[in-house]
């Protein structure tokens, strides 16, 4: 199973206790981390967090420099943690406005964990849906231009394989905390029969024992693709 999250509601969660707006995303992280011990024996396979959108850059930049801080701190601290778990580590989005050093702490944690072969967990900074497909159609444009492609050649398995989520595929269940009905240009092309969660409960209230009732509710649903 492949869970996509949401982790809507730091800041209000902090504004609501008259808490900084910084709190609220440290105990945010305790959330995910609650979250990815558990992750395997749930069955789940695959996590892909949506940490930074491509939205989020109009946020204050002192709001931007803790989450980026907390990333970097996170993977330094965790780096051999994840790695004698089994889990492999990847980023998706983009890298250009990154600071050097989170660069670098990426990097590292990506080059660590890559023959890990149990927990997969992709981590979506600086990442939008609709920044995804216009990456993908400016590699196929390429593609066909120097004539590594056709048009006859454009299917939907070829935007997967070019796709963020090529290593694990699309995910089955996106859960979204904070209490907004929306995807927030998460997994655009991916989520088209995702089974959709929305969550009146802010991120870092969500429980663990939450996320396995969700889970639970999940695999009583009857997922048609279409059919009958």
């Known amino acids: 199973m492949h869970i996509g999250l949401i982790m809507d509601g730091n800041g209000r969660w902090a504004a609501d206790k008259g808490l900084p707006r910084a709190h609220g995303h440290r105990i945010g992280v305790k959330r995910i981390e609650e979250c990815i011990r558990v992750a395997p024996s749930c069955g789940i396979k695959a996590l892909t967090l ?23 701190s996170q993977l330094n601290k965790k780096a051999q943690e994840l790695k004698d778990a ?37 981590v979506a900074v ?9 990456k993908i159609f400016k590699e196929l444009a ?23 989520l090529a290593d694990c595929g699309p995910p ?8 907004e009905k929306r ?31 969700q889970i639970e509710i999940f695999k009583k649903r009857v997922r048609k693709y279409g059919d009958l």
């Open 50 to 72: 949506y940490a930074f959108s491509t939205e989020n850059w109009k946020r204050p930049r002192t709001e931007i420099e803790v989450i980026f801080n907390l990333i970097q």
């Open 86 to 122: 089994n889990i492999k580590i990847r980023f998706i989005g983009s890298r250009d406005k990154l600071p050097k050093n989170l660069i670098k702490s990426i990097k590292f944690i990506e080059e660590s964990t890559r023959d890990r072969t149990g927990l997969n967990i992709n």
């Open 126 to 134: 600086d990442y939008g849906g609709r920044d995804e497909i216009v």
């Open 142 to 164: 390429s593609d066909i231009k120097i004539g590594r492609a056709t048009l006859s050649d454009i299917n939907e398995n070829l935007i997967d394989q070019k796709s963020e």
């Open 172 to 179: 089955d269940l996106i859960l979204r905390t904070g209490g």
């Open 183 to 213: 995807l927030s240009n998460f997994l655009l092309w991916h989520s088209a029969y995702a089974e959709l969660s929305f969550i009146d409960v802010k991120w870092p209230d969500f429980t663990t024992e939450e996320l396995i009732e």
